[in-house]
């Protein structure tokens, strides 16, 4: 929501952009022995996002969650966004505070592993007095290369719709949505890197539409 914002202010020639998203995630389970413990997980991801052709810092995101697994291929989850975003398309820097809620599916199949998440939003931007609901969609494929170990072809979709509008900033709808496409490598039981394209389409509340090419790098450190 606060990026469809903030591509409002790009002058023309930097509406479609190329940026640079680095992130860093350590996910894993509060205990193995322990059957109660076991199905408890949680997730910590920073980011920082590089934008006006990957010229300048943009954004930084935290983000920690916590998830009760429910069934063996289910967990509900709730977590906490803080995202910063810096005067680059904004006449001055700004924080949005986001509360959320999701409900995670995941299954390994002979061939590739999937993944649905399903995840409600309220979103409190600074300065203004509205809260903005919204859904994000996402669907994830991994579908392991099997000539090179611990190697793994990554994509994913994720639509984001407003449920509500934020007054100045957003209406309610389709804003956007990112498509993803890369590699993953197992480095070790721990570690894994990831490497991908991410084509982001934003849609504003001024019904213009703009397109950025982002080159995603991520280290995932597991502990389960």
């Known amino acids: 929501m606060l990026c469809s914002w903030c591509v409002t202010s790009v002058q023309a020639a930097n509406i479609d952009d190329f940026q640079s998203w680095l992130s860093l995630a350590i996910v894993g389970r509060l205990g ?60 001055v820097a700004i924080d949005t505070s986001t509360p959320w809620q999701q409900f995670m599916w995941e299954n390994t199949y002979e061939y590739f592993s999937f993944m649905s998440r399903t995840r409600l939003e309220e ?54 949505n990112r498509l993803f496409l890369g590699l993953t490598y197992g480095v070790s039981e721990h570690v894994v890197t990831q490497l991908g394209y991410m084509n982001q389409y934003i849609e504003d509340f001024e019904n213009d539409s703009y397109l950025n090419n982002i080159l995603f790098l991520g280290l995932v450190l597991r502990f389960n």
Do not use: C
């Not at 408890?40 to 697994?69: C, H, M, P």
């Open 32 to 91: 193995s022995e322990n059957e109660a413990l076991s199905k408890v997980r949680y997730e910590f991801i920073a980011q920082e996002r590089t934008a006006d052709d990957s010229t300048r810092f943009f954004q930084s995101l935290l983000r920690t969650g916590a998830g009760y697994q429910i069934t063996h291929h289910s967990s509900l989850w709730l977590g906490y966004d803080w995202l910063h975003t810096n005067d680059v398309f904004v006449p």
């Open 123 to 176: 979103q409190f931007v600074e300065g203004n007095d509205d809260m903005g609901w919204r859904v994000r969609q996402m669907l994830q494929f991994s579908i392991p290369i099997t000539a090179i170990p611990d190697l793994a072809i990554l994509t994913f979709d994720e639509l984001f719709v407003n449920l509500n509008g934020i007054s100045g900033i957003d209406d309610p709808g389709t804003i956007q």
